[in-house]
């Protein structure tokens, strides 16, 4: 069964460097989400991504925050100077893009575990 | 705005008897509705949707939920629980012109023997 992937389980880093999350979407997909999960508290929206471009962002995506679809499998989330407060698990998701239906499903992967120190 | 508050952090059931998780939400427009389970070390997965239609939908596992508009609630449930039904559960809204997801907190469900 298709599944999304996502590379590190878990990646530490130092306050101030760049992290690059990375994501590969269920092969068909044209819908890419990150959300992220601060320890303790909701999963919370962060950006979602089509046709090469973000088609909507939270307000905690801030300039900090890129993402990108470098190719054609992956997708990534960049956090240019970590702070403490990224410390969370990111979670990736997809979804097709269907022509009949008021939802398209979205698939999220295990997530990555972030700590910054 | 959308909003999403899930009563108890943690639910306790013994194997066989009924299971109930409260959702409930805040939608200034005609809402969708979710229930995403998570085990251990995996990502989020969709148990059942509510769009349109019917108010009662059933999802995997012999999971179900009902919309009630009057009471802005989506509550889960399942007649017999099993063991392999404890994870943590997350109820969530979108709606017609946003496909985001906006989550509760999660409700850890713990099953004994």
């Known amino acids: 069964e298709p599944e999304v992937t996502q590379t590190p389980s878990h990646q530490v880093t130092q306050m101030g460097q760049e992290v690059i999350l990375r994501c590969v979407p269920i092969?068909?997909?044209?819908?890419f989400y990150w959300y992220r999960q601060i320890l303790g508290q909701k999963v919370e929206f962060l950006v979602s991504?089509?046709?090469?471009?973000?088609?909507?962002k939270s307000e905690i995506f801030d300039d900090q925050f890129s993402v990108e679809r470098p190719d054609g499998s992956n997708f990534t989330l960049k956090i240019r100077s970590t702070k403490l407060e990224d410390s969370a698990m990111y979670f990736c998701?997809?979804?097709?893009?269907?022509?009949?239906?008021?939802?398209?499903?979205?698939?999220f992967g295990p997530g990555t575990r972030l700590t910054v120190l | 705005a959308q909003s999403v508050t899930q009563l108890g952090s943690h639910v306790s059931v013994s194997e066989g008897a009924l299971v109930l998780l409260r959702c409930n939400y805040s939608?200034?427009?005609?809402?969708?509705l979710f229930w995403y389970v998570q085990y251990p070390n995996q990502g989020l997965q969709l148990l059942l949707k509510?769009?349109?239609?019917?108010?009662l939908v059933k999802g995997i596992n012999g999971f179900e939920a009902e919309f009630k508009k009057s009471e802005t609630s989506f509550h889960l449930t399942k007649p017999s629980a099993h063991m392999s039904d404890a994870a943590e559960y997350f109820c969530?809204?979108?709606?017609?012109?946003?496909?985001?997801?906006?989550f509760g907190t999660g409700t850890r469900l713990q099953v004994f023997p």
């Open positions: 998701a997809s979804s097709e893009d269907l022509p009949s239906g008021p939802y398209n499903e979205q698939f």
């Open positions: 092969s068909n997909h044209l819908y």
């Open positions: 991504f089509y046709n090469n471009e973000i088609s909507e």
């Open positions: 939608s200034s427009v005609p809402p969708y």
């Open positions: 509510y769009t349109t239609g019917a108010t």
């Open positions: 969530a809204v979108s709606g017609r012109h946003t496909d985001k997801l906006i």
